[in-house]
């Protein structure tokens, strides 16, 4: 099993920047990708950004060049760095790992662990 947790959500003015964290805990060696989803008010989830197991990364055109996802070595704190924020960057922001359990025959299962969330406010 796998948890995730993040931290780090507050209200920062426009322009300004923030830095959330993601801790996991449990099978870390299963995990094959770190998420960073969204959620604004009255919208769906959507997803920001990605760190791959193997270093590549993947973010929504609306936070290109602004947000920026990094882990510590050891991969158990992910971090998204958040640069140049808007009025509409203002969601709960909620980090996820993804990966694959096996069982004891070797069968695979797939899963995505969902921290609870943590709200970032842009506003003046």
């Known amino acids: 099993q796998v948890q995730v947790a993040e931290s780090g959500g507050g209200l920062v003015r426009p322009g300004g920047s923030l830095r959330l964290s993601c801790a996991a805990s449990?099978?870390?060696?299963?995990?094959?990708?770190r998420e960073w989803y969204r959620q604004a008010p009255g919208k769906e989830r959507e997803l920001v950004a990605v760190?791959?197991?193997?270093?590549?990364?993947n973010y929504a055109d609306s936070v290109k060049g602004r947000f920026t996802v990094s882990s510590d070595n050891d991969k158990i704190t992910v971090y998204l760095q958040m640069n140049s924020l808007k009025p509409e960057d203002t969601a709960v922001y909620y980090c996820?790992?993804?990966?694959?359990?096996?069982?004891?025959?070797?069968?695979?299962?797939?899963?995505?662990?969902w921290g609870q969330g943590t709200q970032v406010t842009v506003s003046s």
């Open positions: 760190l791959n197991r193997g270093g590549t990364t």
């Open positions: 449990g099978s870390i060696s299963s995990i094959n990708a």
């Open positions: 996820a790992a993804e990966g694959l359990h096996y069982n004891d025959y070797g069968t695979p299962t797939a899963y995505r662990a």
